[in-house]
């Protein structure tokens, strides 16, 4: 049995949620998102409560079912309040900046590394810090991920892209050669 599977999602005042040909759609005052519904689970709308159950009792909906009711409380909170991911540029001469609908690193390369921000993602530079939002959790993860995988914070001097709050280890590095 799936805990968080069995739990009701409740649906805020100003969320919508429709299933309809194998598509859940939730719409709020953050936008619009939908998502493919597998066949092995269903989504019951009542009360102002969106219930996810098992279509068949198999070891497949078993799977899905938690995963599918977890997909849908990120996609109605992530329609009312945004997710949010920071990340932290630290290094001398690191730095970032948005141009247009990209954003462009300068992270130590010989050149600056540009890349395309998605559609329905938010993008805030403030001195070094990156501020990722919006409504999808799963993209705003996934691009945070992708600037941090730019430039890895490195374990000697900890320089590069990291989260907010993210701890790295740092190593010793070299000893200085003692002469006998």
């Known amino acids: 049995m799936s805990r968080t599977g069995k739990l009701p999602i409740k649906i805020p005042a100003g969320t919508e949620i429709s299933v309809a040909s194998g598509e859940i759609t939730v719409k709020g005052k953050g936008g619009t998102l939908k998502r493919a519904m597998h066949p092995a689970v269903k989504i019951d709308i009542a009360n102002g409560e969106a219930i996810v159950t098992q279509a068949q009792p198999t070891r497949l909906a078993r799977a899905l079912w938690g995963t599918y009711a977890a997909h849908v409380r990120n996609m109605?909170?992530?329609?009312?309040?945004?997710?949010?991911k920071k990340l932290e540029v630290q290094g001398i001469g690191y730095r970032a900046e948005?141009?247009?609908?990209?954003?462009?690193?300068?992270?130590?390369?010989?050149?600056?590394?540009?890349?395309?921000?998605?559609?329905?993602?938010?993008?805030?530079?403030e001195k070094n810090i990156i501020t990722v939002s919006g409504a999808d959790k799963d993209t705003v993860g996934q691009f945070a991920a992708t600037i941090r995988a730019v430039k890895k914070p490195e374990p000697y001097k900890g320089k590069g892209i990291r989260y907010e709050?993210?701890?790295?280890?740092?190593?010793?590095?070299?000893?200085?050669?003692?002469?006998?």
């Open 76 to 84: 109605v909170s992530g329609v009312n309040t945004p997710f949010q």
């Open 165 to 180: 709050g993210e701890v790295v280890r740092q190593k010793q590095g070299k000893k200085a050669a003692s002469s006998a």
């Open 98 to 125: 948005l141009t247009g609908k990209q954003i462009k690193l300068s992270v130590g390369f010989s050149h600056p590394v540009l890349m395309d921000i998605p559609e329905g993602v938010t993008v805030v530079v």
